[in-house]
């Protein structure tokens, strides 16, 4: 089956703008992550979603950070006021389910954003 | 604060012969250890993960050993094959918790 897919594969936007990187998940999947991960480094943690609601959004660097997933499906990392420091690849992740279990998260290949 | 701190960055070896990449940890609350395997331009993909109540897991040519009291755990790769050239990172998650720790990555380079 298809695995977990994001668009758009590469964004580069201007320094100040609004951008919105977009996950779909595997069908099914209840739990959804989102991660960055800058050059050479290890994902990030950025927020986790069980269904529509943010479980965990502690790794969020600010709030011009901010992710919705209102059917509990595709989600939405929207990024406002960009700064150059943005620069990553954010990847997307989502497992059957979270909290208790240990299941296997899928990754997305990934939004590589460039902030000019 | 790093929470997962893995080494070496880089590793060169020959084909046939053994990687191993460490991984430590100082939250004693942690208790899945996972390792993932990224090729370039894709994510990461589970290769092999243990939880602290046993000191190894093997799976075909990838076994990872766990030293609860000196808060360490590793990936063997046995045989290494220029296919398992890749970056890896460890990381760990704590109980009841759904926020994964990677370490920074190794780059793996084995030479045919």
């Known amino acids: 089956g298809a695995g977990v897919s994001q668009t758009p594969s590469n964004k580069v936007t201007e320094k100040g703008k609004y951008v919105e990187l977009r996950c779909d998940p595997i069908?099914?999947?209840?739990?959804l992550y989102w991660y960055r991960q800058s050059l050479g480094q290890g994902p990030e943690f950025l927020i986790y979603?069980?269904?529509?609601?943010?479980?965990?959004d502690s790794g969020l660097p600010n709030d011009r950070f901010f992710a919705v997933r209102p059917e509990g499906s595709v989600s939405t990392l929207k990024i406002q006021r960009t700064e150059r420091g943005d620069s990553a690849v954010y990847l997307c992740?989502?497992?059957?389910?979270?909290?208790?279990?240990?299941?296997?998260?899928?990754f997305g290949p990934g939004t590589r954003l460039t902030v000019l | 604060q790093q929470q997962v701190k893995q080494s070496p960055q880089s590793l060169i070896v020959q084909k046939g012969g053994i990687s191993i990449i460490n991984c430590a940890y100082e939250?004693?609350?942690?208790?899945?250890f996972p390792w993932y395997q990224q090729f370039p331009g894709k994510g990461p993909a589970l290769l092999i993960a243990?939880?602290?109540?046993?000191s190894e897991k093997k799976e075909g040519r990838f076994t990872i050993s766990f030293n609860k009291s000196a808060k360490q755990f590793s990936l063997h790769i046995m045989d290494s094959q220029p296919g398992d050239s890749a970056t890896y990172f460890c990381?760990?998650?704590?109980?009841?918790?759904?926020?994964?720790?990677f370490g920074s990555g190794t780059k793996l380079n084995v030479k045919p």
């Open positions: 992740a989502s497992s059957l389910s979270g909290g208790l279990s240990y299941n296997e998260q899928f």
């Open positions: 069908s099914g999947h209840t739990a």
């Open positions: 979603f069980q269904g529509t609601g943010a479980a965990d």
């Open positions: 939250n004693t609350a942690f208790d899945y």
């Open positions: 243990i939880r602290p109540d046993v």
């Open positions: 990381a760990a998650k704590i109980y009841n918790f759904n926020k994964f720790y």
